[in-house]
């Protein structure tokens, strides 16, 4: 009793808050579970769904394929999807503190090989499939990992050239780093999918797929620099005389004293940027590329299950939130253990 | 240079003054037909950009600083109905958000005829979102509405996701500043005899605004910069209408570039003037 006088009836204003929430809650709730199952259709039967009021979740169950693997041939569905579990997994290893050790960079090394066996084929006797049939989950994934593999080294360079004493260098990466954030990503990918190509030598080509990881890897870079920038700035001033101090040559000091320091203090914030970064690779969809969230809305233009988009991007909404929201509780819980 | 010789892609910004030769779906200020000029295209675009992004953050710092306040709330479930919107509203991708929002209007809502009308005059179609102004009430003739004003469905999926998505980020903001409120400032209050919303009002909200204005800048250009993301449902920002040019032109190099100087100049001149509001809160 004393616990709802205090969190729930503490004065008239949170009463009527109570009450007010309780009438959505009441009012919005019921319908929400009627249409999400009561009178929600599993079966993958398009008829059904028409006749039925409520969600049409067979339209999940007749897609899933698809919205998880795209147009990767169908009967070698196989391959995507032990990629994409070796792939979470190799995550999953990786977030374990006990294993943030040098060996780490030999088990992805190892791990992405596979991948790259199981997804390009060619050998061991498996068929070839060309990497403009890859999509769906796989695809978002491999753009986030490989995003982040090449934009952290690149970043640690800029957040260094950006406290650099060389006027050029700090000038070219301030440049480098404001330019890009102050566009959205969407014409970068615009630049990386229709501007490139123009610029390449006569003959020269490279697909699609690498373009945008281009694309995605210079935005990257961009904000992870101003994270470890961050963190940089954060190390005492007396760190830097000490290194000084002890007579070491610039890469010296850095490698073994500042970034060290710097990239243990960067971890939150850094993860932070990696969820965005996460969420931003969905934006590969408007240049034709076959993430995730295009094979949902793909799937959408069959005539017999278009008008089912509200639950198609409930769908993807789910999916991505639970990649998003394990890695923001994950990096919660570095900070708390620091 | 060879490559678009090859290619028979003029170069130069020549064809900003030929005809665009395409219509765009709505215009917020402007007039515009099919036979205006490209430029006066991309301006229609940059105005209606403009215009989501203004009323985007509007409605996202009102929408957040209220979710904000409520995640402090001492009242349990308003406390966690405002943590709970902003971990999902945080952890799901804003274009499928767009795409959601934009199938809950084109798919969700009923046709003009049988418009939801929640308020008097103000009605909710797949045809869009009509509301009376000061001229007219929105009535419905034949097959859609006449009068009044209208949100088109690709204008209100783009506001409603800006706004909602950009909300819970501010929200987080608010909060945080206000946290960074030294304890003994509500302490203070209280025992001026102050209550707790003039507390809030008078002292907390004022010394918080220093801590909240720099990472508030950043979500604002944020919300300007995703609201490209209007080419993905067929709003026609600046972005899409550029897109439509590049794809007509080939100009593809010079497209890019205006699309580029552009968000640079708003970007730059949003910084300009949160620093000089910024400047204006700090201590003196």
Not at chain 1, 139 to 157: C, D, K, Q
Not at chain 2, 71 to 81: A, E, G, I, P, T
Not at chain 2, 252 to 273: K, N
């Amino acid at each position: 009793m004393k616990w709802l006088r205090d969190n729930l009836f503490a004065g008239g204003v949170s009463t009527l808050f109570t009450v007010l929430v309780l009438v959505l809650f009441f009012k919005l709730v019921p319908p929400f579970i009627d249409w999400a199952f009561l009178d929600a259709v599993w079966k993958p039967d398009s008829k059904a769904c028409r006749a039925s009021e409520g969600a049409c979740w067979g339209f999940i169950a007749e897609k899933h394929r698809f919205i998880l693997f795209g147009t990767y041939p169908y009967d070698l569905h196989w391959r995507p999807a032990i990629a994409t579990v070796l792939l979470i997994g190799l995550w999953i290893f990786s977030a374990i503190r006990r294993f943030w050790k040098s060996w780490l960079t030999l088990v992805w090394l190892a791990g992405l090989t596979v991948i790259g066996i199981l997804m390009w084929g060619g050998i061991l006797g498996i068929p070839y499939v060309e990497n403009e049939r890859w999509g769906g989950l796989i695809l978002t994934l491999l753009l986030t990992t490989f995003g982040v593999a090449f934009a952290f080294p690149l970043s640690i360079l800029l957040a260094l050239g950006r406290r650099s004493d060389m006027p050029v260098i700090r000038g070219l990466c301030v440049g480098y780093i404001e330019l890009i954030r102050g566009v959205p990503l969407i014409s970068l990918l615009f630049m990386a999918s229709v501007m490139l190509p123009l610029f390449l030598p006569h003959g020269v080509t490279i697909d699609k797929l690498l373009r945008a990881q281009i694309a995605m890897i210079m935005f990257a870079a961009a904000y992870l620099a101003e994270v470890v920038r961050g963190g940089l700035q954060a190390i005492p001033k007396g760190q830097y005389d000490a290194a000084h101090a002890l007579a070491l040559p610039y890469w010296r000091r850095t490698y073994l004293i500042i970034l060290p320091q710097a990239l243990r203090i960067s971890v939150p914030p850094l993860m932070n940027t990696f969820i965005a970064f996460f969420k931003d690779t969905s934006l590969v969809l408007i240049i034709g590329l076959f993430d995730l969230l295009s094979t949902v809305k793909i799937s959408l233009n069959e005539p017999a299950w278009a008008g089912f988009g509200v639950e198609a991007y409930l769908f993807a909404s789910i999916v991505y939130f639970v990649f998003c929201y394990s890695m923001s509780r994950y990096s919660r819980r570095l900070e708390q253990q620091r | 240079m060879a490559n678009l010789e090859e290619r028979r892609i003029a170069s130069g910004f020549g064809f900003l003054g030929r005809e665009a030769g395409f219509e765009i779906g709505e215009s917020a200020f402007l007039r515009y037909s099919a036979s205006d000029s490209y430029l006066r295209a991309l301006v229609v675009g940059l105005t209606n950009t403009l215009a989501v992004a203004l009323i985007g953050i509007v409605t996202a710092t009102v929408l957040g600083t209220a979710i904000g306040l409520s995640r402090l709330s001492r009242n349990f479930l308003l406390r966690n109905v405002a943590a709970a919107y902003v971990e999902f509203m945080r952890n799901v991708p804003l274009l499928v958000q767009l795409f959601f929002w934009y199938a809950v209007i084109t798919e969700g809502l009923p046709g003009a005829r049988e418009a939801l009308s929640p308020l008097p005059g103000v009605f909710l179609s797949n045809r869009g979102i009509f509301f009376p102004t000061f001229s007219g009430v929105p009535e419905l003739q034949g097959f859609n509405f006449v009068g009044g004003a209208t949100l088109t469905p690709e204008f209100a999926a783009l506001l409603i996701g800006l706004a909602t998505y950009t909300a819970a980020f501010i929200a987080e903001i608010v909060r945080a500043g206000i946290l960074a409120v030294d304890r003994g400032q509500a302490e203070a209050a209280h025992a001026l005899g102050l209550s707790r919303a003039q507390a809030m009002r008078l002292v907390i909200l004022p010394q918080a605004l220093r801590v909240i204005v720099p990472p508030m800048t950043s979500q604002y250009l944020n919300l300007t910069k995703n609201s490209s993301l209007a080419v993905a449902i067929g709003y026609p920002d600046l972005v899409s209408i550029a897109n439509t040019a590049m794809n007509q032109t080939g100009q593809a190099i010079e497209g890019i570039a205006i699309i580029m100087a552009v968000y640079l100049t708003i970007s730059l001149s949003i910084s300009a003037f949160m620093n000089w509001y910024n400047a204006h809160v700090a201590f003196r």
